[in-house]
């Protein structure tokens, strides 16, 4: 079998020596590089890979926080860590990784680490299902982008509320206050399975956070957080979130 390879290192010329190896291999169909992990993570989201070979140390999100957001995945890719350096052999080993290549990277020990990707990829588990994407769990981490710069991961559960903030979402949780480059059209469509709920044309809720519908004088209410936060309710949402929160 041929592989789809994604290769992610924030310095540029050792990931393109990187991506000219796997691109010489005849184990590989394609080679993709980024240079961060959260280029890696979108892009993992967007198309199925057989394999990602990460860097260790990286800024904002390293090669260790993405293995295991990506755990979370229904169908993830095989992971092959590369590093200068032997400081994180035992996370790869907890987080199942098939290789751990160290720099600088031999051709010899690349074509080890593709023959071990195809190997494994040829002995799926037993009973084991083709899927794409992130498992929906109560416990999902999302990527928001941290005050004051880079990247954080945010427990799902701990957002109260999202609301339009331009091209961007901005999310009010238990932890802190942090901006999404989304929609609160496509949070709706992906969250809603996780008790999240459209109550106004600016703002999606978290209605198992929530503690309190407050009605107002004009037929609209106010949707209240156990913090204080509270978010407006639109006049056609009322009944339904109602009926919602009492279910």
Excluded: C
Excluded at 5 to 13: I, S, Y
Excluded at 25 to 30: N, P
Excluded at 170 to 195: A, Q
């Amino acid at each position: 079998m041929t592989l789809r390879v994604l290769a992610v290192d924030d310095e540029r010329p050792a990931l393109e020596d990187l991506g000219r190896m796997l691109g010489q291999s005849r184990r590989v169909d394609s080679v993709e590089l980024v240079g961060s992990a959260r280029d890696a993570l979108i892009r993992v989201g967007e198309a199925r890979f057989d394999a990602l070979f990460l860097d260790v140390r990286m800024p904002a999100m390293d090669g260790v926080e993405l293995a295991r957001v990506l755990t979370r995945f229904a169908d993830p890719p095989a992971l092959v860590f590369v590093s200068a350096y032997e400081t994180a052999a035992v996370q790869a080993f907890e987080l199942h990784a098939v290789d751990y290549l160290m720099k600088p990277v031999s051709r010899r020990r690349v074509e080890e680490a593709l023959e071990r990707v195809a190997g494994a990829a040829a002995a799926p588990p037993a009973g084991a299902a083709p899927a794409t994407g992130l498992t929906e769990t109560a416990d999902d981490v999302v990527l928001v982008d941290a005050p004051r710069g880079g990247t954080r991961l945010l427990p799902r559960a701990s957002i109260l509320y999202g609301q339009a903030y331009g091209d961007y979402v901005r999310i009010v949780s238990t932890e802190g206050r942090f901006l999404m480059r989304t929609t609160l059209s496509d949070l709706e469509r992906r969250w809603g399975p996780h008790g999240f709920a459209r109550v106004h044309r600016g703002y999606l809720a978290n209605l198992r956070r929530a503690v309190e519908l407050h009605p107002l004088m004009n037929g609209t209410a106010t949707l209240t957080f156990a913090d204080g936060h509270g978010v407006p309710i639109s006049r056609r949402q009322v009944a339904e979130l109602r009926r919602r929160l009492r279910a």
